[in-house]
Structures are given as structure tokens and as C-alpha cells.
């Protein structure tokens, strides 16, 4: 009787092809394998016999793995040998927005509260609703704004999610009009901390470029959020506030006036 698919053992060369990616994005991260281990919900033992060669790598550890990375760890050349997937999680997206596996990245569908600066008031916070959903038509993960005070200005885009660099873009491309979120791996508790580049829309038909810092955090932990304008004496602000606060504390953009 043959093995459940998710315990395919993988070829050597996938399994060495595999064990090069963990290892290279163990360093550039800087993170322990043990912190690996725990985040992909496997034991340290078969994480350590893996990427030592002492055995192969299976189909659920390597999926695991590329959950808790969030990026793909097969070649997409040499695929395991396993019954022929659904479309649904064999979906690719294009290379130009990295060319990642549905199931690679299904971590980061979902709903978010978004929270930023408002370009509008000193010390004012702007918070709606972001959802991160797989786009079938377009082969790869779309966001959309929703709950907005201004909603003519509500953005819609794709995902992008190199491997170079390991972060997350949220690109709008409105007739060549480009908005961009770029927000780092997110925390543990699934939090993406970045910076958003956009138009400010001023007086009369005057735009100007600007950056802010802009966090999402999953609506799971906000089960009742407030949106719009939150200002100083909102019961919500100081929470929203740490938030944004950490987005420089902990180094997850910077900003550089001159």
C-alpha cells in the first residue's frame, strides 16, 4: 500500500536543493533553526537530519517549511513524485511578482486591520480593512481596502513576494499610477510591520509624494476593530499607536529625510 502523499519522501537532489534554500534563508534571517522548527511545526530532530543529509526531506516538511518561509522550496522543474494536484494548490504566480506557490503562501490570506499615520492631522491614526486573498484569474495573491472613511480612494493590487530579498510588496498599478506597501517577514503572532509610498491627494488637484508607516495586523486578535480617523482621545489610539511606534523601535523600515 503506498504512502499518503504529504509523506512522499523527495528525491536526493530535491532533498539537497531544499537543504541549501533552508540553510541559506537561516542566515540571511538570522534566525535559529530551533525558531525554524517551532514556526514550521516540526521537531528539531527532523529538521537537523534533513539539512544534514541523514534523511530526505518528505512533502509535509518541506510544505511546512515553506509556510513558515514564505517561499517556495521545490523546483518547480522536478516535482515530487506524488498524484497530480488540484489547480487550486498547484496554482503558480508569475515570475515577476516571484513566481511563488499557492500553498507556499496561503499563511498570509486573510483579513487585516490597517493602521497608518493620516496625512491629514498631527498624531491622528488612519485604520480600515485589508484582505489578502488567491486572485484565479490573475494566478496570484490580490489585496483589497475595504471599511475606508475616503473610499474613492479605497486600493485594490497583487502580491508580490521575491525570494531575494524575503519581503512583502502590496503594488497598485492604476494606468501606470503606482501605490506600494513594502512590509517585512511578518512577527509571530502574524503581524507585517513596513512602509507604504503613495500620492497625497491636497488642495485642489495637488499631489505629493509620501511615506508613512503602515502595519497590518490580523483581525483575528481585533475582534471588534474601529476604523477611520482615530484621534488622540480615542479609547483605540495608544494600541494603534504602539504599533506604528515599533515599525521604526524595531527596525522594520527607516525613514531618512535628507
Known amino acids: 500500500m503506498s504512502a499518503p502523499a504529504a509523506e512522499v519522501d523527495l528525491s536526493q537532489d530535491q532533498s539537497r536543493a531544499i537543504a541549501a534554500a533552508v540553510r541559506e534563508e537561516l542566515a540571511r534571517r538570522r534566525i535559529s533553526r530551533q525558531r525554524l522548527a517551532d514556526d514550521a511545526r516540526i521537531s528539531i530532530s527532523t ?3 534533513a539539512l544534514a543529509g541523514r534523511r ?3 512533502l509535509a516538511t518541506t510544505i511546512r517549511l515553506e509556510e513558515a518561509l514564505g517561499r517556495r522550496l521545490r523546483d518547480p522543474a522536478r516535482p515530487a513524485s506524488r498524484p497530480a494536484a488540484s489547480s487550486t494548490t ?3 504566480a508569475p515570475d515577476d511578482l516571484g513566481a511563488y506557490a499557492r500553498l ?3 499563511w498570509l ?3 487585516y486591520l490597517t493602521i497608518r499615520p493620516s496625512f491629514e492631522g498631527v498624531d491622528v491614526i488612519f485604520a480600515y480593512r485589508t484582505e489578502i486573498v488567491w486572485d484565479e484569474t490573475a494566478s496570484a495573491l490580490a489585496f483589497r481596502e475595504t471599511a475606508r472613511e475616503d473610499s474613492a480612494f479605497t486600493q485594490q493590487g497583487l502580491v508580490s513576494l521575491p525570494t531575494q530579498s524575503g519581503m512583502i510588496y502590496l503594488v497598485t498599478n492604476s494606468h501606470g499610477q503606482y501605490r506600494l506597501g ?3 517577514h511578518p512577527t509571530i503572532k502574524g503581524e507585517l510591520y513596513g512602509l507604504l ?3 497625497y491627494a491636497g488642495t485642489g488637484s495637488h499631489l505629493t509624494p509620501s511615506s508613512a508607516a503602515v502595519a497590518l495586523l490580523p483581525l483575528r486578535a481585533w475582534p471588534d476593530p474601529d476604523y477611520g480617523k482615530i484621534t488622540p482621545s480615542h479609547p483605540r489610539h495608544a494600541a494603534y499607536r504602539s504599533h506604528l511606534d515599533r515599525i521604526v523601535d524595531q527596525g522594520f523600515a527607516r525613514f531618512l529625510a535628507r
Open 47 to 49: 529538521l537537523e537530519k
Open 56 to 58: 530526505p526531506f518528505t
Open 182 to 184: 513594502v512590509f517585512s
Open 90 to 92: 498547484s496554482a503558480l
Open 109 to 111: 490570506e486573510g483579513e
Open 197 to 199: 509610498t503613495t500620492l
Open 104 to 106: 507556499a503562501v496561503g
